[in-house]
């Protein structure tokens, strides 16, 4: 090949590339709805808001976008450092729920919308100093334009998590053994690339997470396995009732934890005066 010929990784397509990674890796919708009410008691002892927090430039006086928000957990947190946080889900009973501990817990400055990501419209939200995408664009396909709507949208920092590659190793694992086919989806550093083609050259580095994902009990594991990879065959089931029971311990909590499952989460953030976006 000659010189001239090599090919430039900043003219490839990589939304189609990571249109077809996603292709690749579909799975059914999760209904998130169905697990409102307990999804916040999942993540009691997860460290990676905190983790996630410790990262992002938030002050008193900025006004956050928290896209993809759930229950809250993060947004909760959020909402004691800045100004305002405006929480973003398709999820109605996510977003009741948030609402709900936020009145719980006496905080007044969160406001809540109920809106699909693939929806984003710069027209309808307007202006955040932050954006934050917590683990919510691994299955957007129209990715170039949510991504320039998140820039267009933030006044100072986009932060986005996604999913590391280590992440796949286990899931893998447990998939076989539930008799479901494993499929990997998108990775990050096509998600990185697309940036980039873009014009944003983002900041990338790993979360420092160590707390492993908690059980109160095998049955919670199973209940919450179902619920990501689908209804499971009765020798399945008890084929992942046993490997759990196998390799799962007791934390200094009592709850149950699988040393292999270690949170890996991306965060990829930029700062808004620092890009020009290539048209």
């Given at each position: 090949m000659r010189l001239e010929d090599e090919i430039n990784p900043l003219e490839l397509d990589w939304e189609y590339i990571w249109q077809k990674s996603l292709k690749k890796g579909f799975k059914k919708e999760k209904d998130w709805d169905k697990i409102a009410t307990e999804y916040g008691k999942w993540l009691e002892n997860d460290d990676y808001p905190d983790v996630l927090l410790n990262e992002m430039r938030i002050t008193s006086n900025d006004t956050v976008l928290d896209i993809g928000c759930g229950e809250g957990t993060i947004t909760r947190k959020i909402a004691k450092?800045?100004?305002?946080?405006?929480?973003?889900?398709?999820?109605e009973l996510m977003l009741e729920e948030l609402n709900k501990k936020a009145k719980d817990e006496n905080i007044k400055n969160i406001k809540t919308f109920q809106k699909d990501i693939n929806d984003l419209s710069y027209d309808e939200l307007g202006n955040y100093d932050i954006v934050l995408?917590?683990?919510?664009?691994?299955?957007?396909?129209?990715?170039?334009?949510?991504?320039?709507?998140?820039?267009?949208?933030?006044?100072?920092?986009?932060?986005?998590?996604?999913?590391?590659?280590?992440?796949?190793?286990?899931?893998?694992?447990?998939?076989e053994i539930a008799g479901k086919p494993f499929k990997s989806g998108t990775d990050y550093m096509v998600l990185v690339m697309l940036l980039r083609s873009l014009g944003i050259e983002a900041n990338v580095f790993q979360l420092e997470c160590k707390n492993l994902k908690e059980y109160h009990s095998i049955d919670e594991a199973i209940n919450r396995s179902i619920?990501?990879?689908?209804?499971?065959?009765?020798?399945?089931?008890?084929?992942?009732?046993?490997?759990?029971?196998?390799?799962?311990?007791?934390?200094?909590?009592?709850?149950?934890?699988?040393?292999?499952?270690?949170?890996?989460?991306?965060?990829?953030?930029?700062?808004?005066?620092?890009?020009?976006?290539?048209?």
């Open positions: 450092k800045a100004k305002s946080v405006t929480g973003i889900d398709k999820s995408a917590s683990r919510c664009l691994n299955g957007i396909a129209n990715i170039k334009n949510t991504l320039l709507t998140l820039n267009e949208i933030a006044n100072k920092y986009v932060y986005i998590t996604v999913f590391g590659s280590s992440t796949h190793k286990y899931k893998k694992e447990k998939a619920w990501r990879l689908g209804d499971l065959e009765e020798e399945n089931r008890i084929a992942l009732e046993n490997y759990f029971k196998e390799i799962f311990i007791k934390n200094e909590r009592g709850n149950w934890i699988n040393p292999k499952d270690k949170t890996d989460l991306v965060l990829i953030w930029w700062k808004k005066e620092e890009i020009k976006i290539m048209k």
